[in-house]
């Protein structure tokens, strides 16, 4: 019988730890110990203090992961659909008879609310059971070649896919690839973050004891320069899906290319979020709260830009100003309005960003410092920030923060709104607030962005395909375009 989740963070109380984490390579069915006794530190970011210890995987681990994927691949790519159909439906129900453990590891681990984290448990589920309802639906064109001809085509697994799996939304991100790769048919090695390895080695370990066959699911652990490099150049990687920054996004292609692997790339953004004189104001100040401060704004997809209408400017602001200041910080554990950052290194990172933006004469609004809450001592926390830009060609407003600092610039109207929407090199999410349909679907037709939300920062769910374009990356993931990223298309023609 599963403890409850009050039972487990009673544990956590008393011992700074869980019992029974993942500490091994999950290879080929089952934990395994790796080539030396080497290890790494996981740490809780609410304490700044380690909680746990990991494998560091390296060469030898991720070739033994693509072997065991390619040994498993006949199999698992000839099972009939129906029959993969049931493997990810019952992964589905494993993770929900273990979402309390699940949520409160990625909490711990990635420095998340627990509110978050379960939130993201709910969404594994949900990838699961969409893409066991898709696996059976995949069916291919046929093509009208006269009375002589048969011609079709058939949609095929693309082999071994490897995964890079973020810090920020560890589980999340590990299943809208994994799932849709397992249901196209394909094999996967998995190589998490080394600050976040947790969730993904018993999202693997609940998908063998859910039925999925041996060395379908392989997670190695270790550092991205190790395991992760290893992994990208090994020629036996048919896919390589890839979410992080651009400048290592630019490494795996590199990487890629000697073996002309097909990769698919989610780097980021600087996304904007317009809102519109005419907006519902309530309406417009929750979605920019969240579209910022969900995650302490360690997003992919963030609001990181309000653009706000010149004559709505300073009411809006007011209100803006008065609920950031509001904004409380703490642990993950005790639901804090914003939680910490994932660690040391990425909150002096934030900190020089917004130094460096005041000292070229950007206004900071709100917040802009370190911060350390009574209730979380040692933790690793950003005050909630608001900055005013100078400049449209200021760095704060072209480069990605990841973290809780909004910046603002202001619009004459729309046709100006969307001149500034596109003045980065990011094109990942764009948003905005307005009562004028016919601007709102303007703005979508004329902003660059893999995806346009309308009076909801956020919207949709697994069915909705998600990915950039320019340097916030290529492909899609989630929806059936998710499924057919792991697919290669063959054409038949047949004389009759």
């Keep these: 019988m599963n403890p409850s989740l009050d039972a487990l963070i009673t544990e956590f109380r008393n011992t700074g730890t869980l019992s029974g984490l993942p500490c091994a390579q999950f290879i080929d069915g089952a934990y395994q110990a790796g080539a030396t006794s080497a290890a790494l530190e996981s740490f809780d970011p609410g304490s700044g203090r380690v909680f746990a210890q990991f494998?560091?995987?390296?060469?030898?681990?991720?070739?033994?992961?693509?072997?065991?994927?390619?040994?498993?691949?006949?199999?698992?790519?000839?099972t009939a659909p129906a029959e993969r159909s049931r493997v990810l439906w019952a992964i589905a129900q494993q993770v929900r008879q273990h979402a309390d453990r699940l949520a409160l590891i990625e909490c711990l681990d990635s420095g998340k609310r627990l509110g978050e984290a379960q939130g993201d448990v709910r969404g594994v589920i949900r990838a699961f059971e969409y893409y066991a309802g898709a696996v059976d639906k995949m069916q291919g064109d046929s093509f009208p070649l006269g009375k002589d001809y048969i011609g079709f085509t058939v949609e095929e697994p693309i082999g071994v896919a490897a995964q890079i799996i973020p810090w920020n939304y560890p589980v999340g991100t590990a299943a809208r690839g994994i799932a849709p790769a397992l249901a196209a048919g394909c094999t996967v090695v998995a190589k998490p973050a080394e600050q976040t390895p947790l969730s993904a080695l018993l999202l693997a370990e609940l998908a063998s004891a859910a039925g999925l066959p041996a060395g379908v699911l392989n997670v190695v652990t270790g550092t991205g320069a190790a395991a992760g490099a290893a992994l990208v150049a090994h020629p036996g990687i048919g896919h390589i899906t890839f979410t992080g920054s651009v400048a290592t996004g630019q490494r795996v292609m590199r990487a890629a290319a000697d073996n002309v692997t097909r990769v698919l790339l989610?780097?980021?953004?600087?996304?904007?979020?317009v809102v519109l004189a005419d907006c519902d104001v309530e309406q417009a100040l929750d979605g920019v709260l969240g579209a910022i401060y969900e995650n302490a704004g360690q997003i992919c997809s963030a609001g990181s830009r309000l653009i706000i209408e010149r004559k709505l400017h300073g009411s809006f602001m007011a209100r803006l100003l008065e609920r950031v200041g509001k904004l409380g910080l703490g642990h993950g554990l005790d639901q804090p309005d914003v939680g910490p950052v994932n660690s040391l290194l990425h909150l002096n990172r934030i900190h020089e960003h917004v130094a460096t933006a005041a000292a070229r004469g950007n206004a900071v609004l709100a917040g802009g410092s370190i911060a350390q809450p009574a209730n979380a001592p040692g933790g690793w926390f950003y005050?909630?920030?608001?900055?005013e830009a100078r400049s449209a060609q200021d760095p704060v407003v072209q480069e990605e923060i990841f973290g809780p600092v909004l910046v603002v610039q202001q619009a004459d109207d729309l046709e100006q709104a969307i001149a500034l929407a596109n003045g980065t090199d990011y094109a990942?999410?764009?948003?905005?607030?307005?009562?004028?349909?016919?601007?709102?679907?303007?703005?979508?037709?004329?902003?660059?962005?893999?995806q346009v939300y309308i009076n909801e920062y956020f919207a949709g769910g697994i069915e909705v395909p998600f990915g950039g374009n320019r340097k916030s990356g290529f492909g899609r993931e989630k929806g059936l375009e998710g499924i057919k990223s792991y697919c290669k298309l063959k054409s038949v023609v047949a004389r009759v």
């Design 55 to 78: 494998a560091a995987g390296g060469e030898v681990e991720v070739d033994a992961a693509v072997h065991a994927a390619k040994r498993a691949l006949p199999a698992w790519s000839e």
């Design 266 to 273: 989610e780097l980021g953004g600087k996304s904007p979020l």
């Design 383 to 387: 005050r909630p920030t608001v900055i």
């Design 428 to 450: 990942l999410v764009a948003g905005i607030y307005t009562r004028d349909i016919t601007q709102a679907y303007r703005f979508a037709r004329r902003v660059d962005a893999g």
